[in-house]
């Protein structure tokens, strides 16, 4: 079936330019991630979706990131006025619900395939 | 202390042998706990899942957890040189999964 789709798979903009990140998720799944990857680097989380709210947007590095989701399905990340810091591989991950236990609900992952975001 | 710790290896391994990868985790009320793998240049993809204490086999993968002990491992059996990759351990804090940053291994023929 169909997967996590990201777009554009790759960006390359100027420095203080905005950009805007898509993630199509797997039907049906309730949960929806966003994070960055820089070169050689662990996962850093930034936003997370339940439907489409975001309780949890503890990890967005700063002001000029944004996150929304509409119809529990389609999130954009937006980065206003990119910095070459910025630079990095951005993965979105559809989740679903596998059990709920005494801390909260788990999710297993299933991530898209990233936008690569090159700041100039 | 970390959340998640892996050792970033490289882990080097002759083919056919066993690979053995271990994550230990700070955090005692933790329930669930993932292993992914992710080749280089690619993004993560989920390859085992446990919850209870004990061995889970999957085909040449097995997941070990002891909660007592706060470690999770991943064994490789028959490790071919497609099993070259990075592994990632999960382990949820409420919602949000806290990976480690990986352990790179590589099978050589």
């Known amino acids: 079936g169909a997967g996590v789709s990201q777009s554009p798979s790759n960006k390359v903009t100027e420095k203080g330019k905005d950009v805007e990140l898509r993630c199509d998720p797997i039907?049906?799944?309730?949960?929806l991630y966003w994070y960055r990857q820089s070169l050689g680097q662990g996962l850093e989380f930034l936003i997370y979706?339940?439907?489409?709210?975001?309780?949890?947007k503890s990890g967005l590095p700063s002001d000029r990131f944004s996150a929304e989701r509409t119809g529990g399905s389609v999130s954009t990340l937006t980065i206003q006025r990119t910095q070459q810091e910025d630079s990095a591989v951005y993965l979105c991950?559809?989740?679903?619900?596998?059990?709920?236990?005494?801390?909260?609900?788990?999710?297993?992952?299933?991530f898209g395939p990233g936008t690569r975001l090159t700041v100039t | 202390q970390k959340e998640v710790e892996q050792n970033s290896g490289p882990l080097s391994v002759p083919e056919g042998a066993i690979a053995s990868l271990n994550c230990t985790y700070s955090?005692?009320?933790?329930?669930?706990f993932f292993w992914y793998r992710q080749y280089s240049g690619k993004s993560p993809e989920l390859i085992m899942s446990?919850?209870?204490?004990g061995d889970k086999e999957d085909g040449r993968f097995t997941a070990q957890l002891n909660k007592a002990s706060q470690y999770v491992s991943l064994l490789i059996r028959d490790s071919q040189p497609s099993d070259s990759a990075t592994y990632l351990c999960?382990?949820?804090?409420?919602?949000?999964?806290?990976f480690g940053r990986g352990t790179s291994l590589i099978v050589h023929p």
């Open positions: 955090d005692r009320v933790s329930q669930s």
């Open positions: 446990i919850y209870s204490n």
């Open positions: 991950a559809s989740g679903v619900m596998i059990r709920s236990t005494r801390d909260g609900l788990s999710y297993e992952q299933y």
């Open positions: 039907s049906g799944h309730t949960a």
């Open positions: 979706f339940q439907g489409n709210s975001a309780p949890d």
């Open positions: 999960a382990v949820p804090r409420s919602y949000i999964p806290t």
